[in-house]
């Protein structure tokens, strides 16, 4: 009878033994998860729950009025993912929203605001806000079920901008370094904005934020003679590089490329399945990475 007992207890003893380290190992798990959460949090600004968009969501998309004939002549679709996740919900509550920040530099008057606009859908100046130096707008979308704010913040190429640029880039996801097509000053200016815009942007401490570059007033520069195309195509292409950002050819008119360029940075972000094509071909809106 007693050794019977002892026997008992033995199991008793291992099987309790046994649930403490289930459980240490359960609370160990548990920690590891969210330092992991947090570190990857800390690369994109947000929480991972943010990263791991549902894909048994689906969200409708919102019908636009046809954009202006390109200057090739044909109109220029820019839809979606897929054309199934990607549209605006700016109507509806503003609760439970992903926001992130994105900014965009380069000099004065190569087509920044008009840029801005075209993408977020209003009129240059309607609903922005805007500070010495510096114009800030919107843009909300939904993709994956999940919802998404973009604040948009403009610096202007002046005087200002060096004591705005901290401001812009602090927590950006996102820079886009812009320079006119048709004046290849701006061109050049592009590396000392990436230089500036680099002191200032620090997600933390290995991540930074998306560089990518773009060369605006496409629908003129198509004007300018083929081997001119050639010559500021190839110096735009030379400096992406260098700057390791992807490069983009566009025009705020035509919607050439605009909606693109937040497509290929959300994909970034979120990780979704998007393909970008690249285009080398002069004549057509340029797309390097």
């Not at 200002?160 to 901290?166: K, L, N, R, V």
């Amino acid at each position: 009878m007693v050794k019977h007992l002892l026997l008992c207890y033995r199991r008793m003893f291992k099987l309790n033994k046994k649930r403490k380290i289930i459980c240490k190992v359960s609370i160990l798990q548990k920690y590891v998860k969210s330092l992991w959460n947090q570190i990857v949090g800390c690369c994109i600004g947000k929480s991972i729950k943010y990263r791991k968009l549902s894909r048994q969501h689906s969200s409708s998309t919102t019908t636009t009025a046809a954009p202006p004939s390109s200057p090739s002549g044909g109109a220029v679709p820019d839809g979606g993912f897929n054309g199934k996740c990607y549209c605006d919900h700016s109507k509806e509550s503003l609760e439970d929203l992903v926001a992130l920040k994105i900014c965009l530099l380069g000099d004065n008057q190569i087509g920044k605001t008009s840029f801005m606009t075209k993408y977020v859908g209003k009129e240059k100046g309607e609903e922005s806000f805007s500070t010495t130096g510096l114009n800030q707008m919107d843009k909300i979308l939904c993709v994956k079920g999940a919802r998404i704010s973009y604040s948009i913040w403009e610096v202007q190429g002046d005087v200002s901008a060096s004591t705005q640029i901290p401001i812009a880039c602090k927590d950006s996801v996102a820079m886009l370094f812009m320079f006119d097509l048709t004046s290849r000053c701006t061109l050049k200016s592009v590396i000392s904005w990436y230089q500036q815009a680099r002191q200032w942007n620090q997600l933390c401490s290995f991540q930074t934020a998306i560089p990518v570059m773009i060369g605006t007033k496409f629908d003129d520069f198509v004007q300018l003679p083929l081997d001119m195309q050639w010559t500021i195509a190839s110096q735009a292409r030379a400096y992406a590089k260098a700057l390791n950002a992807t490069l983009f050819f566009s025009s705020a008119t035509y919607n050439i490329n605009v909606n693109k360029i937040f497509k290929f940075i959300t994909a970034k972000l979120f990780n979704l399945p998007w393909t970008l094509e690249r285009n080398l071909t002069i004549g057509e809106p340029i797309i390097d990475f």
